[in-house]
């Protein structure tokens, strides 16, 4: 395997008031290409803050984060949503669906900011809907979809720009434990068809699907380890 992401040193810091409040504490992470990673860890421990540094949503404070050997802390805004957006599929716990837009029309957007033409957007959003099962709920709103079908749009629009990498932050929190497992079996999927993916969660039996554990501890990183 090629490496693909390294943190180095990485800390992240937010101020709240006149204090400041330390998320990360020099944090040291090697991810190679098509690993299927868990980041776990109590409340507060950082787990989300290493999530939207991982997904370029967020810098560090210091440190370098390198991706594809390109440190990302040097890149600018505009640079960072080019990646973000051909790189990174983003799978969230409350779905993060526009409320008016069709299924179709979420599993779209993506495309639209990649610059993609109408009918390529449509041909490619029909296909990764077929794909995650809602060919017969293509131009359903979110709240004509269940929970599990909310999620398979939210899966489909991070799929649809074919990112290597998936990120997914609690993706199973809102659903019901044999929904939750159909998430979990889609993202298996992808990861035995290539696709990095990392996975936070507090839950172990949702952890097992990955092959590798990172446990996070006040900002450090208690536990690191093959499962």
């Keep these: ?19 400041l409040v330390p998320a990360l504490r020099g944090i040291d992470l090697t991810i190679d290409k098509a690993e299927y990673i868990s980041i776990m860890g109590p409340s507060g421990s950082g787990k989300s803050t290493m999530l939207n540094i991982l997904g370029m949503l967020d810098t560090p404070t210091s440190g ?19 990646a973000r957006n051909r790189e990174v599929g983003f799978v969230f716990q409350t779905f993060n669906l526009l409320p008016r837009a069709t299924a179709l029309g ?14 390529e957007r449509k041909e490619r959003a029909k296909q990764v809907l077929e794909m995650v099962g809602l060919a017969d709920r293509m131009n359903h709103r979110p709240n004509e979809l269940s929970g599990g079908q909310r999620q398979r ?3 489909a629009r991070a799929l649809v720009t074919n990112p290597g990498i998936i990120l997914a932050d609690e993706p199973t929190g809102n659903l019901d434990s044999k929904t939750g497992e159909e998430i979990m079996s889609l993202l298996d999927e992808l990861w035995e068809k290539g696709n990095t993916i990392i996975l936070v ?6 952890a097992k699907h990955a092959k590798r554990r990172v446990e996070l501890l006040d900002g450090h990183i208690s536990l690191d380890t093959k499962v």
Excluded: C, W
């Design 1 to 19: 395997m090629s490496g693909l992401i390294k943190l180095a040193g990485v800390t992240k810091d937010y101020k709240l008031g006149k204090t």
């Design 64 to 82: 370098s984060y390198f991706f594809r050997g390109t440190d990302v802390t040097e890149l600018s805004d505009s640079q960072l949503a080019t």
């Design 153 to 155: 749009v939210a899966m």
């Design 201 to 206: 969660t507090h839950e172990g039996f949702i």
């Design 106 to 119: 979420n599993v779209e957007l993506p495309l639209i900011y990649s610059g993609a033409g109408r009918k």
